[in-house]
């Protein structure tokens, strides 16, 4: 069964620093990856997805992830952030076999101080 | 108005209480979706449709039931609610296909005292 894994649970970063988000994931068969955000008190919103294609995608927001199938991981990133971008994100994986479930990763909490 | 539509947006129930939470979308979509996200947890499915007819139950469907009323809704029911099932809980749609995205409701919030 394919799992998702978020290490950081929360992310502190200063306004205008870099910021990487790690995802890992595990699957036997080819996955397609979303990264989402949810911001206070809303839903979750799609930030970016990759389905095949160029390993690095570009979202919304400034955000991009790089798929790397070898390390099986799929990194959100965001050259400089700031504080509108506090909010949780989770990373998701859907296989392309069966039921094609979504299957979400823990989350992780980025906190964008001045 | 949003496209995902979930009622209520908060609520606090009493123990053994029966307690319904609605969705309805604007999207056209088939299949529909219920999640509940606790803290450290992440979200996790409850139950899922791909059309009226079909129902199936996802990773934690124990004490929960759903009814797909029409394409556009889908409710959430507790039968008999437990401070356990106290979590945030969302809605989420998708049309078919293997490369498209869920649209998710703004959630509502559940606490069984």
């Known amino acids: 069964a394919q799992s998702v894994t978020q290490l950081d649970s929360q992310v502190p970063v200063f306004e205008e620093a870099p910021v990487e988000l790690r995802c890992n994931y595990s699957s036997s068969v080819s996955v397609y990856l979303f990264w989402y955000v949810q911001y206070p008190n809303q839903g979750l919103q799609l930030l970016l997805k990759y389905l095949s294609g160029s390993t690095l995608v570009k979202g919304i927001n400034g955000f991009e992830a790089e798929f790397n199938k070898s390390q099986t991981s799929f990194h959100l990133r965001k050259p400089s952030v700031h504080i509108s971008d506090t909010a949780e994100y989770f990373c998701a994986v859907r296989v392309n076999t069966g039921f094609q479930k979504l299957v979400f990763g823990t989350g992780t909490r980025l906190l964008v101080s001045p | 108005d949003a496209d995902v539509t979930q009622t209520p947006r908060n609520r606090i129930t009493k123990t053994g209480k029966r307690i319904m939470l609605e969705c309805s979308q604007t999207?056209?979509?088939?299949?529909m979706y219920w999640y509940r996200q606790d803290p450290g947890l992440g979200l996790r499915l409850i139950y899922y449709s791909f059309d009226v007819k079909d129902i199936n139950k996802g990773e934690i469907s124990d004490g929960y039931s759903v009814s797909r009323q029409a394409q556009a809704k889908f409710s959430l029911s507790l039968e008999s609610a437990i401070p356990n099932q106290t979590a945030l809980y969302f809605c989420?749609?998708?049309?078919?296909?293997?490369?498209?995205?869920?649209?998710f409701g703004q959630g509502t919030r559940l606490t069984v005292v």
């Open positions: 989420a749609t998708s049309s078919a296909g293997r490369n498209t995205e869920a649209f």
């Open positions: 999207k056209g979509h088939d299949r």
